[in-house]
């Protein structure tokens, strides 16, 4: 799936970056198997599948394919659009199919649908529920139009999204991945038989629950309370607490009691994430190999106040949750089993582009890129060092390379390069942070969401702390000094041609003394 999704796709977002997720599901929605891809989007697709099943119900017919954004329906963020198909055996469904992919452009209030000012989620660009996108086999390009660009442009400083064509033929890669799914699922159950299959998927499941119950009850012998808590903070001072018990039987509680209320900007996360993150940290600490799968929440049972900025409102601005809030929530959870010092906390997203032009009863395609930029990984009792330069914990993307970036867009990539030194100090060191310099050879709007710009990546056991990330945007005059500004975490400013945007990202905490 995940190939096919790569080659037949356009957009620089999910062919260069592969920032898009593909996942098999049983007949329930529950998580069986995935590529590895991005775990932000793989722990919460399950979440999306149980909720169209329940909205479409016993409307799914063969040729369906649903499409879906909302965060109160199972999404993460909106750029995340997740492209549902249910695979039928003798008029009845036996599997699902999913994929979802990062879109580079939505709408909303700016290019790249990644606002850093976004207050209501209107402003974050097209939203959905659920819709047929495919219904019995017709593609419904009319109601995709209508979502991508009319509903979005109806509210204040927002329009559709800026480059509709992308948009419309990475959503048709996702179908024709999908397509592939179900091909490749009907020969398998050709090849073993219809019962053998399912068996093996809920024996996946099985195992992966007996491994978390196992790394659990270990867990429990090393603090016989079987209580664990911890804490961290975002960068305007929200809070995120945890609270683990831990039973005899190796089964847990996840309590997020204490952590700060819904959020006034777009740092809020849908519980999905927060059930992403959980996932993706007992996968990580699971000895065993094992495929990530739904099993592995199967011993937790995970306690979210409502209204806090893990269970917002559904109005709320969600864009910086599935990016940045998700990274604190590994970083609380690993500190908290005393795995690992924080990483980075960030994905560091860069957005730059133009609005589309209407003019003359003619529409003008506009354009939004976006990227995430590694940072440094925090270490850990069991690793020697932190790694420099990656893509850590909930993101697993790769960086467009220069020679593409610069050929499709007009900007010239001056620096890319590791921070020396902005790991923090231990027996283990962490993991430095990067460098990149990019330069702006049009005028167009550029857009940073980013964290750990306040707080530092803290240690673990000791170690340092790793630095905090830093933006810059260097204004260039034809007759003057440069002007170096600090842009802060969350910014939008207009470039000039000339103009540089300098991003340095966190490094990891060290461990141990």
């Known amino acids: 799936m995940g190939r096919t999704l790569e080659k037949t796709s356009v957009s620089t ?27 932000v989007h793989l722990g919460s697709m399950s979440h999306a599948v149980k909720f169209q099943l329940d ?33 039928f055996h003798d008029s009845r469904i036996i599997f699902f199919v999913a994929s979802r992919g990062h879109h580079a452009d939505i709408g ?21 529920m659920g819709m047929k996108i495919v219904n019995r086999g017709e593609f419904q390009e009319e109601a995709v139009r209508h979502m991508l660009l009319e509903e979005p442009a109806q509210y204040p400083e927002c329009s559709g999204t800026r480059n509709y064509r992308d948009v419309l033929s990475d959503l048709k890669a996702q179908i024709a991945a999908n397509h592939r799914g179900i091909a490749l699922l009907s020969q398998l159950c050709a090849e073993y038989g219809l019962e053998v299959v399912q068996e093996y998927m809920a024996h996946i499941q099985h195992t992966a629950e007996a491994a978390v119950r196992l790394l659990l009850k270990e867990t429990r012998v090393k603090h016989p309370t079987g209580q664990l808590s911890g804490h961290d903070f975002m960068d305007d001072g929200s809070k995120i607490s945890l609270h683990v018990d831990i039973s005899e039987d190796g089964s847990a509680l996840f309590d997020f009691t204490g952590t700060s209320p819904e959020i006034y900007g777009n740092t809020n996360a849908p ?20 495929p990530l799968n739904q099993g592995c929440l199967a011993p937790v049972r995970v306690v979210i106040p409502e209204n806090s900025f893990l269970s917002p409102s559904s109005t709320a601005a969600v864009v910086g949750g599935n990016v940045l809030t998700s990274q604190r929530l590994c970083d609380v959870i690993l500190a908290t089993f005393g795995v690992a010092a ?61 020679e593409i970036l610069e050929r499709r867009y007009p900007v010239i990539l001056h620096r890319f390069m590791l921070r020396e030194g902005s790991g923090g100090t231990g027996m283990h060191p962490g993991g430095n942070g990067c460098i990149r310099d990019i330069e702006f050879l049009e005028a167009m709007s550029v857009s940073l969401l980013t964290e750990r710009r306040v707080f530092q990546p803290p240690g673990l056991d000791g170690g340092g702390n790793g630095a905090c990330g830093l933006n810059l945007w260097e204004r260039h005059f034809e007759h003057k000094d440069k002007q170096v500004l600090n842009l802060g975490g969350k910014n939008s400013v207009f470039v000039q041609p000339g103009d540089h945007i300098v991003i340095m990202t966190p490094g990891g905490g060290g461990y141990g003394k």
């Open 13 to 39: 977002n999910i062919k260069e970056r592969l920032d898009f997720s593909c996942a098999l599901f049983d007949q329930h929605g529950n998580l069986v198997a995935n590529a590895p891809h991005i775990p």
């Open 342 to 402: 924080a990483s980075q906390g960030c994905m560091n997203n860069l957005t730059f582009g133009i609005p589309a032009i209407e003019e003359g009863g003619m529409r003008y395609e506009g354009w939004g890129y976006y990227e995430t930029i590694a940072g440094g990984h925090g270490a850990g009792r069991d690793w020697q060092k932190g790694q420099d330069g990656v893509h850590t914990n909930m993101t697993n993307t790769k960086i467009t390379d220069p």
């Open 55 to 87: 909205r479409f119900s016993e409307d799914l017919q063969e040729g369906d394919v649903i499409l879906v954004n909302h965060p109160q329906a199972g999404g993460t963020h909106l750029p995340d659009i997740t492209i549902i198909s249910p695979v």
């Open 271 to 290: 519980p999905s994430v927060t059930h992403s993150a959980i996932i993706y940290c007992l996968r990580c600490m699971v000895q065993s190999d094992l």
């Open 108 to 128: 909303g209030i700016s290019p790249g649908s990644m606002p850093p000012n976004s207050r209501e989620l209107f402003q974050e660009g097209a939203s959905s």
